[in-house]
């Protein structure tokens, strides 16, 4: 069935650089796009961004374009989300995801999440 | 960018009772590419209808998701103790994906 692990909860102070990540584990890494998600504070989901692992092409949302990167190692099957200069508006909970695939094609849905990170920033 | 409105903002309803939740978007979804989750506090989404009215592998038979172009329904057909939680819909018709700002079904 396999499964996503996320780093640990980061506290972090504001212009910090940090990299949080996603490790896929029992399946094939290279089927599936994974895509991060932040969920601020009693707020709803928002979709940053998604990248295909064989080849790393990555698709942004405007709203995060330029705010952080997202990569992966291939040959860890491992994803990362990464901010160069931390500010505390991205405090918030991130997750990663898997896009879901049936008999009939894979679709930008999600059916594996990781179990989230926690980021906090504050001086 | 494709904005997805959720209604009503809280369901409130017994066990055994059905759940009726709507969303609508602000353009046209192209073939039907949306998503609904359930959130429980404390944890991930999951999935549970794509492509408007297929149930993603292990979910039960209670729930079912219906719709096209701009108006989806997620129905639960007799509410369980489990299914108090938040509901999100997600579109995956254009760029960026969009959630909407979600549904909670409470006791």
């Known amino acids: 069935e396999g499964q996503l692990v996320q780093s640990g909860k980061e506290v972090r102070k504001p212009g910090e650089s940090l990299k949080i990540s996603c490790k896929a584990s029992?399946?094939?890494?290279?089927?599936?796009?994974i895509a991060w998600v932040r969920q601020m504070p009693g707020e709803g989901l928002e979709w940053m961004g998604i990248i295909y692992p064989v080849d790393s092409d990555t698709r942004y949302s405007p709203s995060f374009q330029g705010q952080v990167t997202i990569s992966v190692d291939k040959s860890t099957d491992t994803a990362y989300l990464e901010w160069s200069s931390l500010k505390a508006a991205d405090t918030a909970m991130y997750y990663c995801a898997r896009t879901y695939c049936d008999n009939f094609g894979c679709y930008r849905a999600f059916d594996m999440w990781g179990q989230g990170t926690q980021v906090i920033v504050s001086p | 960018e494709i904005v997805l409105t959720q209604s009503p903002g809280t369901l409130s309803l017994s066990p055994g009772e059905r759940a009726t939740l709507s969303c609508r978007a602000s353009q046209s979804v192209s073939s039907s590419n949306l998503a609904w989750y359930q959130q429980k506090p404390a944890q991930a989404p999951r999935l549970l209808i794509y492509?408007?009215?297929r149930r993603a592998a292990g979910i039960p038979a209670r729930f079912s998701g219906s719709g096209s172009g701009t108006d989806f329904t997620l129905t639960i057909s007799r509410l369980e103790p489990e299914d108090f939680a938040l509901y999100y819909c997600q579109q995956y018709g254009g760029s960026p994906l969009t959630f909407g700002g979600g549904t909670r079904v409470e006791l």
């Open positions: 029992g399946y094939r890494f290279f089927s599936n796009w």
């Open positions: 492509a408007a009215s």
